[in-house]
């Protein structure tokens, strides 16, 4: 998530600690506003405190296992997927005077619903206040249904920045499902940052929700209905998997992707599960893809939405390079991304090669589509060179939910000003937050296994080395630290086993992954061991050094609430084992 320029200046308004500041939309003084508004209805009165939850118990549930899930069946796996377009469309746009990208006060605008206001599309990333004025490439919702015997999961794959959790339920919820023959749930978001804002930072400016209610409305029922239609279109699969390194001969990560903050350590594995049609082997009916990356490529000065390089990952696997006469996939690829936390992106001199040799540096579409295509390439040609079929196709997963502590103080002046829509509880809302008075937040983890396949899913930007450990091997010839203030001090760090390790270890595994953005949106899950707040306006306000990630994260102890349970479920075996 990149940094948002303006927030320092009008989050500080809003703690009325700071007089020289923006004046475009200031919270009161007491950093509590009076919500009358529709959005408002749901809140819970203004004192909501009480007893700290506990943080975590453990499963709640796992298939097979359950009265529901005793694995009766033919021992056959079958998928099916599903798309449904969630672009919207651009009533209203408006006049760049000043060239900046973004709308200011004053900028004239299309009132297309005559109502005195800039209703614009706000585009999720890069600072507030950045409008759509088009469309490069549809925006979508992908989704896979898994049946093995009565175990069925679906999945659901948004390009968008980040769903909430209660988003999320929402869904599962949503009429389309109901009756529906479901064990589990899972929904990620992209992560793109050429999406519709769907959290709700990134409105007019940092003090004014970028939500729109009927935009939500739709991404919500249009991802329940490729659930459903996935659903419907369950059939017989063979599973063939491939993994790769976007990697160049030199050992070089930077044609493809970079780590920005120190340490630099990430993992460039792509990571291929191609279900093809058991009675027709050569028909593709769906390609899960995981990979790292922030989606945002095409930089802070695009206006028009796009799904990033994830459109051009999806529509070079599905369809090939015949100008290289290297053939697609066909079927649908669905996109998950991975442990992208401490800016792994387009970052640091990352430098896509074209097919003449020429490299692209600048932000823009070229990088994007460059970056999107020849992940791509190498996933098509590891797939043709090691794709191996396995037989164990089986279907499992365990799943917990979780509570964690909010001691980050701009995401209860958020909730208290209306800029996002999540339940925040435990803590008393008419007083700061802080020590004594930490908010609390629900969440949940989930860990699936088709096949040899082991997924874990993280609700927010894990950082890499709490997925892959602190190896030299995982910084890609690259220094691990280069800043001087505020160094990672690695005679704290965590020790192994890492999670990778973990999920590895269960029977029968052989490829682990992490599915970033999952189940919920939680920001940066920063490691304890380097975490860094600024002695002035902590969260508000980065420290020195490579810290930006704090200010977007719920606290320090976001290792131990979020990876905590991931962990927990990367050990844990059902009973009857």
Same mark, same amino acid.
């Not at 760049?96 to 200011?104: C, E, G, S, T, V």
């Given at each position: 998530m990149p940094v948002n320029r303006r927030a320092p200046c009008l989050l500080a308004v809003a703690l009325a600690s700071v007089s020289a500041c923006s004046d475009d939309a200031p919270a009161p003084a007491d950093a509590t506003v009076d919500r009358t508004d529709a959005a408002a209805a749901d809140l819970p009165p203004p004192f909501d405190a009480?007893?700290?939850?506990?943080?975590? *118990?453990?499963?709640?549930? +796992?298939?097979?296992?359950?009265?529901?899930?005793?694995?009766?069946?033919? %021992?056959?796996?079958?998928v099916g997927v599903a798309t449904e377009n969630i672009t919207p469309e651009i009533t209203e746009t408006y006049t760049?005077?000043? %060239? %900046?990208?973004? +709308?200011?006060e004053g900028e004239a605008f299309v009132d297309a619903n005559r109502n005195g206001v800039f209703d614009g599309t706000w585009i999720a990333g890069f600072g507030a206040g950045r409008p759509a004025t088009g469309v490069h490439d549809p925006l979508e919702v992908r989704a896979l249904a898994f049946r093995y015997n009565d175990v069925t999961v679906a999945w659901a794959s948004i390009d968008c920045v980040g769903l909430f959790i209660n988003e999320m339920d929402l869904i599962r919820a949503d009429p389309e499902l109901r009756g529906a023959d479901l064990d589990k749930v899972i929904v990620s978001s992209t992560h793109v940052h050429e999406g519709v804002d769907t959290v709700g930072l990134w409105g007019r400016n940092i003090a004014v929700s970028g939500l729109n209610p009927a935009y939500q409305t739709l991404v919500r029922t249009r991802t329940a209905r490729a659930l459903r239609r996935a659903l419907e279109g369950l059939t017989p699969v063979r599973?063939?998997?491939?993994?790769? #390194?976007?990697?160049?001969?030199?050992? !070089? *990560?930077?044609?493809?992707?970079?780590? *920005?903050?120190?340490?630099?350590?990430?993992d460039p594995t792509v990571t291929m599960l191609q279900f093809v049609d058991d009675a027709m082997p050569t028909r593709t009916v769906a390609t899960l893809v995981n990979w790292a990356a922030h989606p945002?490529? *095409?930089?802070s000065e695009n206006t028009l939405l796009s799904a990033d390089y994830v459109h051009w990952l999806r529509d070079?696997?599905?369809?090939?390079?015949?100008?290289? !006469?290297?053939?697609?996939?066909?079927?649908?690829? #669905?996109?998950? %991304?991975?442990?992208?936390g401490g800016q792994v992106g387009p970052g640091g001199g990352v430098h896509p090669r074209?097919?003449?040799?020429?490299?692209?540096?600048?932000s823009g579409f070229r990088k994007a589509e460059l970056a999107g295509t020849n992940v791509a390439r190498l996933a098509l040609q590891a797939l043709a060179r090691d794709g191996a079929e396995t037989a164990v196709t089986s279907l499992a997963y365990r799943t917990a939910p979780l509570n964690a502590r909010v001691e980050n103080i701009g995401y209860g002046i958020f909730y208290n000003m209306g800029v996002f829509d999540r339940e925040l509880f435990a803590w008393d809302r008419t007083m700061p937050l802080g020590e004594g008075n930490y908010a +609390?937040?629900?969440s949940r983890v989930t860990y699936l296994q088709i096949g040899p396949v082991a997924v874990i899913t993280a609700p927010g930007e894990l950082h890499p080395e709490l997925w892959v450990g602190f190896d030299d091997r995982w910084s890609w010839g690259q220094q691990r630290v280069t800043e001087t203030q505020n160094p990672p001090d690695f005679a704290r760090a965590p020790t192994g086993p890492f999670l990778r390790e973990l999920m590895l270890a269960n029977p029968g595994v052989r490829y682990a992954i992490v599915a970033g953005l999952t189940e919920d949106f939680?920001?940066?899950?920063?490691?304890?061991?380097?975490f860094v707040l600024a002695s002035g306006l902590p969260y508000i306000v980065e420290a020195q050094g490579d810290h930006y990630e704090e200010t977007n994260s719920i606290g320090p102890e976001a290792e131990r609430f979020l990876t905590g349970p991931m962990y927990d479920l990367a050990r844990w075996r059902t009973p009857s084992n």
């Open positions: 009480g007893p700290e939850p506990t943080p975590y *118990t453990g499963p709640d549930d +796992w298939c097979p296992g359950r009265d529901h899930c005793r694995n009766e069946g033919d %021992n056959r796996l079958r760049d005077a000043n %060239n %900046n990208h973004h +709308w200011d599973l063939r998997i491939a993994q790769t #390194v976007t990697v160049d001969a030199m050992g !070089s *990560t930077l044609d493809y992707v970079n780590d *920005t903050r120190d340490p630099v350590i990430y945002e490529y *095409t930089g070079t696997m599905e369809n090939g390079l015949p100008g290289e !006469s290297l053939a697609g996939l066909g079927g649908t690829v #669905v996109f998950v %991304n991975g442990a992208l074209a097919p003449d040799g020429t490299t692209v540096r600048d +609390w937040v629900r939680l920001g940066y899950i920063v490691p304890a061991y380097n």
